[in-house]
């Protein structure tokens, strides 16, 4: 009962915590606007899903792809591709004892990015604005990544 | 070599490590599942993966998609979708000290909806069942992110 | 400020930190690989990513597949589905007090298997170097699991 308190009582690591939870919440968020892209254009992957839309041939137009559910699928894929990293090399970063203010400022330009990548993506706002949050959340994963091997590397 | 001892004392931990283990080999378990459906059905992705059925244009016939296949796929990809933040969020919570029995019952009941979620979809059984299985595991999971934010937020 | 200090002393866990890092920042690497061939081959999702090279109906036949973006992006997508289990139960296998020989095989055998996997994929290798990198990557992980819920397992 001792270990994790400790773990608990490093402020990078607290901040790390609440960051994660924050952008992995964001990341389920996008299950949901399928879902309900799914629902209102009527546009299912599988036959036992739009059953309650009609049965037999009726049923069958629904199984379609429709430009709003795909949007939504690759905005969530993007997500899953780059949060990813984040908390692994995020996770292992916050344990190697950075400086509080330069973890923070990593921290929140990440979660502003993703969240402004997946407005982008829905919206959506015209090129660059999507590819700019991209490199910005690479990039900050990126130099974590490039901070952590600088001082811990074992190979 | 005393930290990881005492992380491992720690029986909320531990717990959470063997639930995450068991539902990530599941996850995993999904990649051969597919793969079965590959070679029994003959739909392949990528043209060097049929070269064993046959070359040149009978070869290209198997470059396909098949509807069990894409259904594996979409299962594994839920899969991904969801596990990626229980894992993230279901760690931390572990580590901010929790009461056993509360964890345990989030790990459960997330575990046993992920399983319930794989066993409809591949089958499939008719709606509902797949839909409240995905909703309770999205439901375990923004639990922990609430418990986790309501006692240890930093920003 | 202790407890990451020790954690970081342990040099399993620092070996873990250091191929976790690797193989993540590969896996962004295939995002970059999937942009640079959407680029070259112009062939995008999104019609607002092809407006530079067109408007109106010019812009609209940017609007396809190819055949080596998607290649890029089904290794990327299996890279996901491999890194991700391999994180979980890593990061776990880590801090269960394993012989660091031993895991050091682990997290070696499983980078090579992978990076060899993406090499296999994105040329095309043909068949089985593909298939036999997955599954190495595949044992791995599964061996850590075993491992970890041989010694540890609390339900």
């Given at each position: 009962m001792v270990d994790h308190m400790e773990l608990m009582q490093n402020e990078v690591f607290l901040a790390f915590a609440s960051y994660a939870t924050i952008v992995l919440s964001k990341m389920m968020f996008l299950s949901f606007v399928t879902g309900f892209y799914r629902i209102t254009r009527k546009a299912?992957?599988?036959?036992e899903d739009c059953i309650s839309f009609g049965k037999g041939e009726e049923a069958k137009k629904y199984l379609r792809t429709d430009n709003r559910v795909e949007r939504a699928r690759r905005a969530h894929l993007n997500d899953l591709e780059n949060i990813v990293p984040f908390l692994g090399i995020g996770l292992l970063y916050s344990l190697s004892g950075p400086d509080l203010s330069t973890a923070l400022l990593h921290f929140r330009l990440f979660l502003g990015a993703r969240i402004y990548h997946t407005i982008a993506y829905l919206i959506p706002l015209p090129q660059p604005n999507r590819v700019l949050a991209f490199y910005t959340g690479c990039g900050v994963t990126l130099s974590m990544a490039y901070r952590l091997l600088k001082s811990k590397l074992y190979l």
């Open positions: 299912f992957a599988n036959p």
